[in-house]
Each structure stands twice: as structure tokens, then as C-alpha cells.
């Protein structure tokens, strides 16, 4: 590449031999050697391809530099050409294919908007049809978690290992509350299912509840020697000492019904369980710390009592946003062909 300072007027060096006037004027290497790492052909050569290039062919170089204004034309012509060879040689494949180095308006080529015109119609189809597909999945899933948690319920199965395949299903125990081996696994906003949240009077009204925790219960069975690990419901954060709700801590032998949950895996960046602070739901973990069987149920809406916690805790309504992603994919497809056409078409 040429230099700004060897871009001065060489009037006074034209009685040199004019290759090496050459390499004085144009290169700056006036002993005439290859430095190490450069290419093997020889520097007047790409001069002379350069010039013939631009125009220059067959001009003599003692003429050249005679005249000061045509010579400073033709390094300034050799410099810009020789800087866009390197950025050419430089630039990434894909930014030479879409025609970004050599026109100063940096068009895509037609043949590449012509593949794009007949991708992005296919693609965003096809992805249109896959979320369609996910709506249906996700609203047949919907509809059998409320059927099954809407199921009569049954007596949980002396067989603990049937439980994997009964999540959501209601189940009836009957025993006694051991509250003073409670776990809390939050914080979590309350889930308000109907009237639900009316039927305690740790909150007034569903609307503007604040964080909480879950209360988690061991219970122990009477019609066998089992205890297991029951989610009663909701509270507030300042609700979360038993102290601060005795009226609610349900004494002696009752009857509940529940729905069957199993572990629950740690979602991303969700901090880790401690001995004393839960964050999600780790069947086994909690068991062992409890001392009970691992078997978790969640208590429905109507076990909730005056003062205490909220039931009704679990989540049937899944997120179904594969609408908005079908309208977004169906945008995308005539906005994307329109920009193609009236810019590159």
C-alpha cells in the first residue's frame, strides 16, 4: 500500500534507473528487495497491472514525474486502488457474496434476493404451520390437566410407585396436621381460582395480594403408619410465622383432598434449595428434611379455613402465546418481501 509520505512531487529523482524509481515513487523500497512475508511477484509488476488498470498503460515514468499535477493524480489514483484491493482481499466472504467492497452503493446482488423471495415465503410458512400445531398441543394439554384435577377423587394407592402416574389427579387422605415441622417454599404470588382468595381472612380480595410463601404440612395418615408432605396453601410474607395465624392450624384428625404433584425441577437462574429456605419443589429433598414419605399433595381450594392458608395452589393454566407467534410470522412474511422487492428487485 502506498504511504501519504512518500506521496511527494519526484521531479527531482527522474535521471534514476526507473525501476528503481519505481519502487522510490510508488513503494518506498529503493534498494529494490522483497521484504520476508511479502508475495513472490515482483512489485513493478502489480505497478504495472495497477496502471493499466486505472488507465496509465504504456506512459513513460520519466513523463510521469515531469509533470507535477498528473503525477500527484496517479498516486493518489494508485493509492485508493491498491487500499480497495486490501480491504477487498480482507473482508468476509459473506460481505464480498452480498456485494458490500466494490460498489459504493452496496447493493444485494439480484440473485441472492431472488433465493431470498422464494426462502422467507417457505420459511415463515412453515413456521406459521408449527405454531398452529403447538396452539392445538398446548390447549389439549390444558384441557387434561382441568380434567384430571377435576376428577373425582380416589384413595391414595398402597402402591406409592402408582403416584407417577397420577400427577393432577385428586386424591382423599385423612390424618392429622404435625405443624410444628413445616416447610415454606416461596416466595410466590397466590393463585386465585375463582373465589378462592375470599375464603381466608389473611387477604381481603384477590387483586393487589402481595409475595408469600407456600405451607407445606407434614400430615400423617390414620389409616396407616405414613406421613406425607402436604401443600395447605398461600400466606403472605407476614404471615409466615405459625404464631401470627393460630386460628388457622387446623388441630386433630381431618379429612382432605388433594392433587398429586411430583418433584419439580430447578429452573434457570432459580438460586438452590437450602435446609431452610425452599425455592421449588425437590420431592426427595424436602421428604428427607421432613422426615416423611416422598409423596406430595396440594390441597384444593375448598380445604382453606378462616385464618389460615390459602389452597387451591396449583397451576392449570399453562402459557398459550402461539397466536401472537403466528400473527408474528405471518408479518414478518409480506414486510420482509416488500423491503426485498422495492430495494433490491
Known sequence: MIKSKRMRWA?????????????????????????????????????KMDLREIGWDGMDWIDLAKDRDQWRALVN??????????????EDVTRVFLGQCHSSGSQLPTVAAVVLSQLIPTTTFGLGTWQVQRRKWKRQL?????????????????????????????????????????????????????????????????SGVQSGYLVVTPFHLSD?????LVNRGWVPANHKNPNTRKAGQVEGEVEIVGVVRLTEKRAPFMPKN?????FYRDLPKM??????????????????????????????SLRDEHLS????????KPSLLCY??????
Open 325 to 332: 407467534y403466528l400473527l408474528t410470522w405471518l408479518v414478518h
Open 142 to 206: 390444558i384441557a387434561d390437566l382441568k380434567t384430571r384435577t377435576n376428577a373425582a377423587p380416589r384413595d391414595l394407592p398402597l402402591d406409592l410407585e402408582e403416584l407417577s402416574q397420577l400427577e393432577y389427579c385428586p386424591v382423599r387422605v385423612q390424618g392429622q396436621f404435625e405443624h410444628s415441622r413445616e416447610l415454606y417454599i416461596g416466595p410466590r404470588t397466590l393463585i386465585a381460582d375463582g373465589d378462592a382468595a375470599s375464603q381466608s381472612s389473611l387477604t381481603t380480595h384477590k
Open 274 to 278: 437450602q435446609p431452610h429456605a425452599w
Open 77 to 90: 489514483t494508485a493509492m485508493n486502488l491498491r487500499l480497495r484491493m486490501l480491504i477487498i482481499k480482507e
Open 11 to 47: 521531479g527531482h529523482v527522474t535521471r534514476m534507473e526507473k525501476t528503481r524509481n519505481a519502487y522510490r515513487i510508488l513503494v518506498g523500497k529503493p534498494e529494490g528487495k522483497r521484504p520476508l512475508g511479502r508475495p513472490r511477484r515482483r512489485w513493478v509488476d502489480n505497478i
Open 224 to 228: 396407616r403408619d405414613m406421613t406425607i
Open 287 to 316: 421428604a428427607e428434611a421432613a422426615g416423611t414419605e416422598p409423596v406430595f399433595l396440594e390441597a384444593k381450594a375448598e380445604t382453606t379455613v378462616p385464618g389460615g392458608p390459602i389452597g387451591g395452589q396449583t397451576r392449570v
Open 340 to 345: 426485498l422487492k422495492f430495494y433490491y428487485l
